[in-house]
């Protein structure tokens, strides 16, 4: 077998080929292994580079009482779960945690997933059925398209923060299903702008429909850690978040009413045919929420250093810690991450499908890990690399 001539094209030959074809559009990506140190500081390919590209808004990935509390975990409980959480992988460590997280959501109730990714894959079809249809920001992370499609009911898109359109399409298609999510992003992860929620509460309520809204980049950093849809002062049935990012950690979860909570727990096929977190990711996520709740002030400092950068450049003003740059092709975004490393940063260019096309953009996401120096000294190097291209 593998003869071309014989058995066909081999799957080599086919990657071969898919793989020039996103080189030539200037697609191609690549993992390169970079070592995290504290102050956003990273190596990479034998340089020092200070990252504006990493999702850990607090720094806790590498906060002391973080990193003790998951090496606790990890000499008392060892590395994994071992099985399932509905099997003998449900340590007591996940449902501490899930308590403190929907007590801190101001919910009844949480569900730990392995990661925010797994959440998004597995709610939507723990939920949505047949004869439902699930209304989705076109804009939405490519794991909440993923978990609306993987669900049997009937998905749309609307564009945007469109709330006229969304409106629109309630007013057209509400009649023919029996229930109706509307999904989107509390804080849209490639742009930075917020979900317009008390429009879509409000339609959600005038529909009858439910609200899902996934606050990965909201939670943590808005709301004084609470997260964007409690900062708007609105209610979503399912609020979803990840540990990944502000808190430092890994895994996802969703906050919601008991039985709905109790309902994904039993069905979502992301929650129950895989391994459990270790409980080592859960005591390190506890151990962040702690400093979260309290320590305010920490959650509003990447805001802050975003709206810093954001007016020394003359962009608008940020609503959220991301700050994305628009430059269209892809390689003129390469051209400006290449160009930002020989002088020190590191600022990872993001092209489609990431985002639509002809999109392409530096993405700036702010932490508190940073200082006002080094943001200002990122704001006059994009300022004088603009004005030389
Ligand atoms: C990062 C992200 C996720 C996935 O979360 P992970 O915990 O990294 O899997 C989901 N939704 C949005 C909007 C994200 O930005």
């Known amino acids: 077998m593998g003869n071309e001539d014989e058995a066909g094209p081999s799957l080599r030959r086919h990657a071969i080929e898919r793989l ?13 292994p970079t070592l995290r140190q504290d102050g956003h500081r990273v190596l990479r390919e034998g340089r020092e580079l200070l990252s504006f590209s990493d999702n850990d808004y607090l720094g806790l990935s590498r906060d002391k009482a973080v990193c003790a509390a998951a090496a606790l975990a990890v000499r008392r409980h060892g590395a994994g779960a071992g099985a399932s959480r509905l099997v003998t992988g449900g340590h007591p460590l996940h449902r501490a945690l899930e308590e403190r997280l929907a007590d801190w ?14 959440a998004n894959i597995g709610v939507p079809g723990a939920l949505m059925g047949d004869s439902d249809l699930i209304l989705l920001d ?44 509307i999904a989107s992003e509390g804080v849209f992860s490639m742009d930075g702008d917020r979900a317009p929620l008390a429009a879509l509460r409000a339609l959600a309520d005038r529909h009858q429909a439910w609200l899902m809204i996934d606050d990965a980049h909201g939670f943590g950093v808005l709301g004084d850690g609470r997260g964007s849809v409690h900062e708007a002062g609105v209610r979503a049935e399912i609020a979803m978040g990840t540990l990944s990012k502000a808190l430092g950690s890994v895994g996802g979860f969703v906050a919601a009413d008991r039985e709905v909570a109790d309902l994904v727990r039993q069905t979502a096929r992301s929650h129950v045919y895989t391994t459990g977190l270790p409980p080592s990711a859960a005591a390190a996520a506890l151990a962040a929420l702690d400093r979260i709740r309290s320590d305010p002030d920490l959650t509003r400092r990447p805001l ?64 508190a890990a940073h200082c006002e120096a080094d943001v200002l000294r990122l704001a006059d190097a994009v300022l004088s690399l603009r004005q030389a291209a």
Do not use: W
């Open 105 to 118: 959501k101001g919910m009844e109730d949480a569900v730990l997933f392995g990661s925010g990714y797994l």
């Open 20 to 32: 020039r074809a996103l080189a030539a559009r200037g697609l191609s990506r690549a993992v390169r």
């Open 138 to 181: 076109a804009l939405s992370h490519a794991c909440l398209h993923q978990g609306a499609h993987l669900s049997r009911a009937a998905v749309l898109t609307f564009p945007h923060n469109d709330v006229a359109a969304l409106e629109a399409l309630l007013a057209r298609e509400r009649a023919a299903y029996r229930h109706v999510l």
């Open 304 to 367: 802050a250093l975003a709206r810093l950068f954001a007016a020394r450049v003359g962009l608008a003003e940020p609503q959220s810690p991301v700050v994305p740059l628009v430059l269209g092709r892809p390689e003129a975004a390469l051209a400006l991450q290449a160009a930002l490393e020989d002088e020190g940063f590191l600022v990872v260019a993001i092209r489609p499908p990431t985002v639509p096309e002809g999109t392409a953009r530096l993405r700036f996401s702010f932490s």
